[in-house]
């Protein structure tokens, strides 16, 4: 079984994106053999107020329930974040995505910290997508900085109990400088033939806290499939291993079987 960590619904105001809805997203799963998505919607990062974007997502995947598993998009230093998560909690999320840049906050500043409390509290975790676009061809009103290292780093000691979850950069300068066992790593952008930084951050982190996305719909997803196939070929990953990083770690991390 393969399970998508890290999987959109929605409208990008720097491009056109192909697919936007959530039956497109169901279709494309149906294609390429993926079973569930957590989802969160692009249109709730750019929105002033995320929770319409939310809203707007917990209706749109009604029908699709049992395979689109719903993460809320929460800014922090809005005056009601934490009622905001909770209602969230309410409605069916199991998770909440942040997007420090895009909404320009610290990770590590009071609110996002309060927020990142409490989604232990609420026995969630949090997944923080480093960057949205490849710098190198991003639209010049687009944010330019990724969520560095240390501040990732930071906000995990000020959140000790908090589960993280990275997605959408090259982590081995994460995995090197964040020594935290609560934080997973998306291998979406993890090289598998040249260098293989997905041996690097398992050296560092453990195959038990790698994890699959395929940033669908932002990117495609047959290019994250070609590395499940390679896995063991090329790098000589146990089945078992590879087993984990398609499903069983994140399954147990958000408790979906």
Known sequence: MIIDVNAYIGHYPFRNLKYRTAVELAALMDKYGIAKSCVASLNAVYYRDCMQGNCELIEEISPYRGRLIPFCVINPEYNWAQNDLRKCIEM??????????????????????????LAAELKI????????????????????????????????ILAPDTSFILSNYNFPSYSRVIKSDNVYYDIGRLECLFGSSISEV?????YDRLIFGTGAMMQNIPVQ??????????????SEQIEGIMSGNLSKLINIY
């Open 92 to 117: 069916g999320f199991r998770g909440v995505r942040l997007f420090p840049k895009q909404q320009f906050y610290k990770l590590e500043g009071e609110g996002s910290v309060q927020l990142l409390n």
């Open 202 to 206: 398992a050296k560092d982190a453990g």
């Open 225 to 238: 499939l070609v590395k499940l196939s390679l896995m063991e070929e090329i790098l000589g990953i146990a």
């Open 125 to 156: 975790p949090v997944h923080i997508p480093i960057i949205l676009e490849d710098l190198r061809g991003r639209h010049p009103m687009d944010v330019m900085e990724v969520i560095s290292p240390e501040e990732i780093k930071n906000a995990a």
